[in-house]
């Protein structure tokens, strides 16, 4: 099911969403790759970041799965992290910019 920004029927935001939106793939690579090296301090910062972005975009889902990313990894609990990333690749599939139908 689409995922579409709370902001999306805001025109001074379409452009800044659909740039996020855009980016959301490089960024779920970082972290996967973060989480492949085993690096799941950096896998943290990332999802700490992107925890803020979510909310300031408008994709309260991208924020939920990041905070939960960031839980797994404080614990250093690797099957938690992964079923968390897991999760985040579902989102970044269905999140779209532009307005909603």
């Given amino acids: 099911?689409?995922?579409?920004?709370?902001?999306?029927?805001?025109?001074?935001?379409?452009?800044?969403?659909?740039?996020?939106?855009?980016?959301?793939?490089?960024?779920?690579?970082?972290?996967?790759?973060?989480?492949?090296?085993?690096?799941?301090?950096?896998?943290?910062?990332?999802?700490h970041q992107l925890k803020g972005a979510g909310c300031g975009y408008g994709f309260d889902e991208v924020t939920n799965v990041c905070a939960s990313i960031e839980q797994a990894t404080k614990a250093m609990d690797r099957t938690r992290s992964r079923a968390a990333l897991d999760q985040m690749r579902d989102i970044v599939r269905e999140c779209r910019a532009g307005a909603k139908p």
Avoid: I
């Fill in 1 to 47: 099911m689409p995922l579409y920004s709370r902001f999306h029927d805001d025109p001074d935001m379409a452009d800044l969403v659909a740039l996020f939106v855009g980016e959301l793939p490089q960024r779920l690579e970082v972290m996967e790759e973060s989480f492949a090296s085993n690096n799941l301090p950096q896998l943290h910062r990332l999802a």
